[in-house]
């Protein structure tokens, strides 16, 4: 039996629950998308969760509740969740949740390609996840989280501190919209 079809069976009905009967995110839960994601780095994010690299501020529901579910799972059982993840391949495009300017959004992206990729295919090498098909919302909520600290912050989590300062150049809550509605838009 391979690691799709046990984690299928055991864990994916609990994921439903927060994420979307197809992973698709739960904006109502504050749920991001994880279909389409890379395996490596749902597991990377899962084994930062269970080591508390991320989720350790109670001032975060979301993440601190990921914190809670995922502390008892084994090695094993990451790597099925994530070879789950990976198999359900599906990315759509999500939709938008605010007023933003994707032209604008573009000209932000720029600073991000050299991580993340032209496309927001993210880049295994340097640990960066895909964006596309994330949504806009999560986008920025996550980088008000790296630019606050609530994420990135832990000394041995040198990808989250890259994303944290880089999260800095976004100067506005509305640079971050733009940024979100052009990588809401590389859906094709």
Not at 3 to 8: E, G, L, Y
Not at 67 to 84: G, Q
Not at 143 to 153: A, E, I, P, W
Not at 181 to 186: F, G, I, P, R
Request: charged fraction near 25%.
């Amino acid at each position: 039996m391979g690691h799709a079809h046990r984690a299928r069976n055991k864990f994916i009905p609990l994921c439903v629950g927060c994420h979307g009967s197809d992973l698709e995110g739960n904006d109502a839960l504050s749920s991001p998308a994880i279909a389409g994601q890379w395996d490596w780095y749902i597991q990377a994010q899962l084994q930062k969760y269970k080591a508390g690299l991320r989720g350790n501020d109670p001032t975060d529901a979301n993440a601190y509740s990921m914190r809670n579910f995922v502390k008892d799972l084994s090695t094993k059982e990451i790597a099925d969740i994530s070879a789950y993840i990976k198999y359900d391949t599906r990315v759509k495009q999500q939709k938008h949740s605010f007023e933003a300017d994707s032209k604008r959004g573009k000209q932000l992206y720029q600073a991000c390609i050299a991580c993340h990729g032209e496309h927001g295919l993210g880049n295994a090498e340097l640990k960066s996840p895909k964006l596309v098909g994330l949504q806009d919302w999560y986008i920025v909520q996550s980088l008000k989280d790296f630019k606050s600290g609530k994420r990135g912050n832990a000394q041995s989590d040198s990808e989250g501190q890259l994303m944290r300062s880089s999260a800095q150049l976004n100067e506005t809550e509305q640079d971050m919209k733009d940024l979100a509605a052009y990588v809401n838009s590389l859906v094709k």
